[in-house]
């Protein structure tokens, strides 16, 4: 099975940035999309970026506009880059890569904890 290795989180202060990456361990045959969700305590799962293989991006509304979503110069690499954190970004963020034309064909990362706090 393909895996995804995460990096980039850690602990930041409220109006700092930290960036996100995620790389898968082998080259996919059909990247159809990568991005992250995110979970916290008490929270429900929701999906913070998105970009699809044609260079489409999709942003969750609390975080756009402070959110980029990039893909690196490797193949099947993406970058979420957060700027001007809030402590309601605080969260276990997950990244997936989606290979095949359906939600099922999806492979997740570990998660990566950021956390925005004084």
């Known amino acids: 099975q393909v895996r995804l290795e995460e990096s980039g989180g850690g602990l930041v202060q409220p109006g700092g940035s930290l960036r996100l990456s995620c790389a898968a361990s082998e080259s996919i045959f059909s990247n159809y999309a990568m991005g992250w969700y995110r979970q916290a305590p008490g929270k429900q799962r929701e999906l913070v970026a998105e970009i699809t293989s044609g260079g489409t991006t999709n942003y969750a509304d609390s975080v756009k506009g402070r959110f980029t979503i990039s893909r690196e110069n490797a193949e099947n690499t993406v970058a979420l880059q957060m700027d001007s954190l809030k402590p309601e970004d605080t969260a276990r963020y997950y990244c997936?890569?989606?290979?095949?034309?359906?939600?099922?064909?999806?492979?997740w990362g570990q998660g990566s904890q950021v956390t925005v706090s004084l």
């Open positions: 997936y890569i989606q290979y095949g034309s359906d939600i099922q064909y999806r492979s």
